[in-house]
């Protein structure tokens, strides 16, 4: 999940899961999303083994929780209370295949139909597009800024009651 704007990027579904598997979704969206500045994980098996901490240090930092302080992560603890109680507690889960499609299906209602409070009642997505403009607006001038150079004051000139004036043009 992204922490800034709310949306959920990943959605794996397995059964059971191994480092090498933990690796290779990430990689996926990397390719599609960009590297995040650092990813933050709890301190379960799969996820401090020495393949996830190899994979991270060469794309992103890593920072781990510390082990029973779920408030250290309080975004992914209230978004997994959500997913579980109005997806995983409501449904009966037969094939793999019919966990995948219901959750995927709950992460599209999460990401492009919910307004959620903390991003200024957008969706995730909304908010997502919003801050990316903003970035590139952002980034944009400050490219013009670069090009042109800095701004260099008028001249001014003080007058005999101590005020200041421009020259006239």
């Not at 500045?37 to 098996?45: D, F, G, H, K, T």
């Not at 209602?109 to 995730?124: A, K, Y």
Request: charged share 20%; with cysteine; aromatic share 6%.
């Amino acid at each position: 999940m992204d922490e800034h704007t709310r949306e959920r990027i990943g959605g794996l579904v397995e059964r059971s899961l191994t480092a090498d598997r933990l690796t290779d979704h990430p990689e996926k969206l990397v390719t599609q999303h960009g590297a995040p500045a650092a990813l933050r994980s709890n301190n379960e098996p799969e996820f401090i083994t020495e393949v996830i901490a190899d994979w991270a240090d060469t794309r992103t930092g890593l920072f781990y929780i510390p082990p029973r302080s779920p408030r250290h992560n309080e975004y992914i603890e209230s978004f997994n209370n959500r997913l579980r109680d109005q997806c995983l507690n409501i449904n009966n889960f037969y094939p793999l295949i019919h966990t995948r499609v219901l959750t995927t299906d709950w992460k599209s209602e999460h990401n492009h139909t919910r307004p959620h409070s903390s991003p200024g009642h957008l969706t995730p997505t909304e908010h997502a597009r919003q801050y990316a403009h903003q970035i590139e607006t952002n980034n944009s001038h400050n490219l013009q800024t670069q090009q042109r150079g800095p701004a260099t004051p008028k001249s001014t000139t003080t007058t005999s009651k101590g005020c200041s004036t421009a020259p006239a043009a």
